[in-house]
T-cell receptor, first 116, second 114 residues
Framework: AQTVTQSQPEMSVQEAETVTLSCTYD???????LFWYKQPPSRQMILVIR??????QNATENRFSVNFQKAAKSFSLKISDSQLGDAAMYFC?????????????FGAGTILRVKS | DVKVTQSSRYLVKRTGEKVFLECVQD?????MFWYRQDPGLGLRLIYF???????EKGDIPEGYSVSREKKERFSLILESASTNQTSMYLC?????????????FGPGTRLTVL
């Protein structure tokens, strides 16, 4: 079974600075996707970024980028130029292949606080 | 705009009551999911459905059942609510069967069982 571990329950960053959130996972699959989701306070969870395991190039979405280390089963999220609106709970998730649907296994989450 | 809605934001029920949580999506998605979110545990999958009337157990199905009579609607049922089912419940939907597909989430229902 897949497992996802986020070892940082809380992180803080100064506005305009860079922060990295850690995630490790365990899987026996060779073909899978990894995701970072953001859950702002009292708002709906949204996708931040995703990475296909077969792609060596790290995914980027504007100020968000990942450091994907397949051999180490590590998938960290880097947020550059942090903004107040980045304050949220961030979840790392593993998406494996199923006959039907796309099941996600989530980590416990990291609360990110942004200081002005 | 993509939308997943849930019938209630907050719900308070008594032990032993039958509880229905409703989720509706307007994106014509095949897949729908029910998760519960607890501090320190993240999101855990209760049930999912890949088509009308089709369902699969997730990681923690005990004490829950689901119903999907129409493509856009997925209901979670607590047959006899217990205090350990006090939690945040999140519904999600996604397109097709690809593992790359983004899941779209509803706002959540915070259920308290007294």
């Amino acid at each position: 079974a897949q497992t996802v571990t986020q070892s940082q329950p809380e992180m803080s960053v100064q506005e305009a600075e860079t922060v990295t959130l850690s995630c490790t996972y365990d899987t026996s699959e060779s073909d899978y996707y990894l995701f970072w989701y953001k859950q702002p306070p009292s708002r709906q969870m949204i996708l931040v970024i995703r990475q296909e395991a077969y792609k060596q190039q790290n995914a980027t979405e504007n100020r968000f980028s990942v450091n994907f280390q397949k051999a180490a089963k590590s998938f960290s999220l880097k947020i550059s130029d942090s903004q107040l609106g980045d304050a949220a709970m961030y979840f790392c998730a593993h998406g494996g292949h199923m006959e039907y649907g796309n099941k996600l296994v989530f980590g416990a989450g990291t609360i990110l606080r942004v200081k002005s | 705009d993509v939308k997943v809605t849930q019938s209630s934001r907050y719900l308070v029920k008594r032990t032993g009551e039958k509880v229905f949580l409703e989720c509706v999506q307007d994106m014509d998605h095949e897949n729908m999911f029910w998760y519960r979110q607890d501090p320190g545990l993240g999101l855990r999958l209760i049930y999912f459905s890949y088509d009308v009337k089709m369902k699969e157990k997730g990681d923690i199905p005990e004490g829950y059942s689901v119903s999907r009579e129409k493509k856009e609607r997925f209901s979670l049922i607590l047959e006899s609510a217990s205090t350990n089912q006090t939690s945040m419940y999140l519904c999600a939907s996604s397109l097709g069967s690809g593992s790359y597909n983004e899941q779209f989430f509803g706002p959540g229902t915070r259920l308290t069982v007294l």
